[in-house]
């Protein structure tokens, strides 16, 4: 009852990259660097496991940004002709890299953590990739002339990469999808069938993962004008319901998102952040048990995953661990009182 998990990223050592930061500069080179990305990701397992957590990940540890992570790998793709571009419908600008060609994988992209961490954990392990959707918004197009063509261009390579780490013994395949409450109106209309191009043939456990972003100054600004109450998931919670995801993951603590919209993905288990990631404020394990007291009014508490609103990458490592702590204690605690 009440397993628990992470939305995915969790923060660096500083000595690979630059703490407290989302998009850090690696701190070490070569072969240094390689063998730096498996000593954190182990490190990353540690926490998560010291913490309780029950689903682990592998904390992104190996990326630099949990897009341009999976985009290093894909052909087609010129990251020395960078251009200026309004993302998620312009709320912030961003510098990103161009689609030139074809697109294709140049090899595995996550083989080596992915087998690294499963040798060294014998919990469920989660592996995250960007979806399609939201890479479509984060890269400049200079070849397809059709932005749903080439968002299922790309929900082909990304169930290229599903499959094989399904085969490496990954129990959860996330896809994040932060446009999807940016461009309601096509989510049902392309969004969901490119997550389903990119499921395809999966037999291991499919989610995705969806928010209002991490806990920066521009997400933080554009969240405080939306008023109240954020009732944008009302719009595709419809069609997530009848997709063939088999997990949504939202944010729920100090969310303004009404919780009973929930009630609209019926029949999907819902891993609900009861972790807030835009504050070094560390939640109790009562106010955790709280949330997750509130959210059984609307979902049925066998399908109540509890996790984090969002990534954790930007934040203080101490200020995570804490964090992290606290959501195990409080899913512990929500066990003894609701089981």
């Known amino acids: 009852m009440f397993p628990t998990t992470v939305a995915g990223s969790l923060p660096k050592p500083s000595w690979l990259a630059e703490p407290d930061k989302l998009w850090p500069q690696w701190r070490l080179s ?9 000593d954190a990701t182990l490190l ?13 990940s592998d904390g992104e540890q190996s990326r630099q940004h949990f897009v341009h992570g999976f985009l290093e790998f894909v052909e087609g793709i010129d990251f020395g002709n960078k251009v200026e571009m309004g993302i998620r419908g312009d709320r912030y600008k961003a510098m990103v890299p161009t689609v030139t060609g074809e697109l294709g994988l140049k090899g595995r992209v996550h083989q080596t953590e992915a087998r690294h961490a499963r040798a060294h954990t014998k919990r469920k ?16 197009d200079r070849c397809y002339g059709d932005k749903i063509k080439m968002a299922m261009a790309f929900a ?19 896809f994040d999808e932060p446009a999807f409450n940016v461009f309601m109106d096509e989510v049902p209309e392309w969004g969901i069938p490119a997550l389903h191009r990119a499921i395809e043939g999966l037999k291991c456990t499919t989610a995705v993962h969806i928010c209002y972003g991490y806990g920066i100054k521009a997400n933080i600004d554009w969240k405080n004008s939306l008023g109240s109450e954020w009732r944008q998931y009302e719009l595709i919670f419809p069609a997530l319901a009848k997709s063939k995801i088999q997990q949504v ?21 819902v891993l609900v952040g009861v972790i807030d990631v835009a504050s070094d404020n560390i939640e109790t394990p009562d106010e955790i048990m709280s949330v997750i007291k509130d959210v059984m009014e609307h979902v049925p508490k066998e399908r109540i995953v509890c996790c984090t609103n969002c990534g954790m990458a930007p934040m203080h490592r101490d200020v995570a661990a804490a964090k992290l702590d606290a959501l ?3 899913a512990a605690l ?3 009182q609701f089981s």
């Open 249 to 269: 993951s939202i944010e729920a603590i100090h969310s303004r998102v009404p919780l009973k919209l929930m009630r609209l993905l019926e029949g999907k288990d």
């Open 30 to 38: 070569g072969a240094d660097l390689e063998a730096g990305k498996l």
């Open 334 to 336: 929500a066990r003894q």
């Open 156 to 174: 082909g390579l990304l169930n290229q990469e599903a499959r094989a780490l399904e085969a490496d013994g990954v129990d959860v395949v996330q």
């Open 44 to 56: 990353a397992i540690k926490m998560q496991e010291d913490a309780g957590i029950d689903i682990v």
């Open 328 to 330: 195990g204690k409080g």
């Open 125 to 140: 392990f989660k592996i995250t990739l960007p979806g399609p959707m939201t890479i479509a918004d984060t890269v400049a």
